[in-house]
Every structure is written in C-alpha cells, then in structure tokens.
C-alpha cells in the first residue's frame, strides 16, 4: 500500500491508475488523482476535536487554494458533518478525537478519507484493534460506500469473518506468496485457504 499511494519507492516496474502510470508521483499527487489509504494505527489529531479533522483533511486537495477554500468552508464543514453521520459518529463531532475509543478513530480516519471523494481506498486492516461489537458497523459502513459512494475498496484483512463478508473477490497470501484468489464462497471450502487462514493445521 505504501509503494502504491507514493509513500516508498518502488525498486522496478510500474504502479497504473486509472490508465496513468504513477509511480514516480508525491503522495498528495496521488491522493489528488483519487487513490487514498487508511493506516492500521490511526493518523488522526488527536487534540482536535472530530469537525476539525475532517475539515484539516481536505488541506492538500487541489481546490483548496486560500480563496477558494475560504469560499468553500462551510460546504467543507455541511459534508464534514454528513460524513461523521454516515459512520456513526455525528453526536460525537464536537468532542477531542484522543478522548474517542479505538473503534470510533477509525471510523473518524475512515470518514476523513471519505473527505477526499477517492476513487480507491485501500484499507490496512481496518477491523484491528477494534470492539467486536463495532465490527459488523464497520462492515456496513465499508459497504455503503461502496454501493453508495461507489468506492472500490483494496483491504489487507486477517479477520477471515470479516473479509467474507465484505469482499467480492479475494486474493490470499502466505508468506508472501499467491495461495488462491477468487470469490469468498470458492475460498472458503479451498483447503489451502482453510489450512493457512482458518485453523485447519
């Protein structure tokens, strides 16, 4: 994920987005072409309260030179607030994000992402660390932006419950090797799948 959105050099070959080649771009040209990604420790300011994060977010997008941003600021702020209801966390937008659970600062990072309108998202394990009671809303909430927003979702997941879930065509990996990839009902009666991911050795 990181070589893909710019964070690190790739040492051969070439990264393709939506028909351009874009290993050789800085991460907010990247983001800029609609390709983002959330981070499995939260990148939130965490002594900003939610509103403002999502508003700081937006800060490297292409239309957000002084005026035009000032212009915009209280549409930044309508659809900062929409997102927050969109992932459940509107009656909390006026609180500091550092006082927020682990599960709610990674529904903020995810709507701050949101902020962006990507075309892609590519999420690092975004069900970590999280209550299993917030699990399957986050799983909804994942969904919704795909079907609604119509985001394509990328997600690097070891919760196995989850991924069936959520994903419609699978690629797994074991120890840094292809194992099989197709849709979740063909991987989970695969025994290679079931041996490495599922308890099966």
Known sequence: FNSIVGYHPIDSGTIEFDGQEISQLM????ARLGLLRTFQQT??????NCVDNMQISVSHRKDSKDGIFASRRGEIKDRAEHLLEFVGLYSKRNLISGD?????????????????????????EPTAGINPTLINGLIDRLRRANEELGITLCVIEHNMRVIMNLAEHIYCLSNGQMLASGAPEELQNDQRVIDAYLGGH
């Open 43 to 48: 990148r939130i300011y965490t002594k900003m």
């Open 100 to 124: 927020l659970s682990f599960g709610q600062q990674k529904l903020l990072e995810f709507a701050m992402a949101l902020m962006n309108e990507p075309k892609v998202l590519l999420l690092d």
């Open 27 to 30: 991460v907010g040209e990247i």
